[in-house]
């Protein structure tokens, strides 16, 4: 017989690339920028590579691999990526029909993201979803001074909610978010809608393409 999951007393979101398909404008960015510094990547490359990371994990990645890279370089990029941003981002399709059924489920959801608040008021908010999550259910690294894949972020998640790890689904595009949330104790839900996200399943994500499929998964009926 199939083994059905119980409903979780918590859903937390990643951000990029699961509330808001912001992770290709990003990297087209990062892109851009890292080759005036002497670091040619493509966008599978650069996706392979930072995604689910910490902009200070990226300036040592791409020293490392010879891109010149200032002091000040994670302000300068933010800057241009938040100028980006703030040109228009979409949600990830299936999103806002997703958190209402959570919430005619009477079931808590909250965001936590490597990410800054700031990032997320442009993403959010000009989609109607930052006061949604304003301020007592978003979890940024840069607040929380903690990042994926520390599972710290999630945990400090369920404790807010007063939910233990076990009874939470985290859904997330990345395998940091994947390996943060199995440090954590999670029920792991990948988002890939391109791919066969081998790299999150390797850490028991249960991986789906669509938004759509996500109510069916945590058996909200």
């Given at each position: 017989?199939?083994?059905?999951?119980?409903?979780?007393?918590?859903?937390?979101?990643?951000?990029?690339?699961?509330?808001?398909?912001?992770?290709?404008?990003?990297?087209?960015?990062?892109?851009?920028?890292?080759?005036?510094?002497?670091?040619?990547?493509?966008?599978?490359?650069?996706?392979?590579?930072?995604?689910?990371?910490?902009?200070?994990?990226?300036?040592?990645?791409?020293?490392?691999?010879?891109?010149?890279?200032?002091?000040?370089?994670?302000?300068?990029i933010y800057?241009?990526?938040?100028?980006?941003?703030?040109?228009?981002?979409?949600?990830?399709?299936?999103?806002?029909?997703?958190?209402?059924?959570?919430?005619?489920?009477?079931?808590?959801?909250?965001?936590?993201?490597?990410?800054?608040?700031?990032?997320?008021?442009?993403?959010?908010?000009?989609?109607?979803?930052?006061?949604?999550?304003?301020?007592?259910?978003?979890?940024?690294?840069?607040?929380?001074?903690?990042?994926?894949?520390?599972?710290?972020?999630?945990?400090?998640?369920?404790?807010?909610?007063?939910?233990?790890?076990?009874?939470?689904?985290?859904?997330?595009?990345?395998?940091?978010?994947?390996?943060?949330?199995?440090?954590?104790?999670?029920?792991c839900l990948?988002?890939?809608?391109?791919?066969?996200?081998?790299?999150?399943?390797?850490?028991?994500?249960?991986?789906?393409?669509?938004?759509?499929?996500?109510?069916?998964?945590?058996?909200?009926?």
């Amino acid at each position: 017989m199939p083994v059905t999951n119980p409903t979780p007393k918590l859903v937390i979101f990643d951000c990029d690339g699961v509330l808001v398909d912001s992770e290709i404008a990003t990297n087209h960015v990062l892109i851009e920028d890292l080759a005036t510094r002497g670091l040619n990547v493509t966008m599978d490359q650069c996706m392979d590579l930072f995604v689910g990371g910490t902009m200070k994990g990226v300036y040592g990645k791409a020293r490392a691999m010879g891109a010149d890279l200032p002091e000040g370089w994670v302000e300068l990029i933010y800057a241009k990526m938040y100028a980006r941003l703030e040109e228009g981002v979409d949600l990830v399709p299936g999103v806002p029909e997703l958190l209402a059924q959570l919430r005619a489920a009477g079931i808590p959801f909250c965001v936590a993201s490597n990410g800054s608040e700031a990032k997320m008021k442009i993403t959010l908010g000009q989609n109607g979803l930052w006061d949604m999550f304003h301020p007592h259910a978003m979890f940024s690294a840069h607040s929380l001074r903690i990042a994926k894949p520390d599972p710290g972020l999630f945990l400090a998640a369920a404790s807010h909610f007063d939910v233990q790890a076990r009874d939470c689904v985290v859904i997330e595009d990345s395998e940091t978010g994947a390996l943060a949330a199995a440090r954590a104790g999670m029920r792991c839900l990948g988002h890939v809608p391109h791919g066969n996200g081998a790299r999150l399943a390797g850490h028991n994500a249960e991986v789906f393409q669509r938004m759509e499929d996500v109510a069916t998964l945590l058996s909200l009926g």
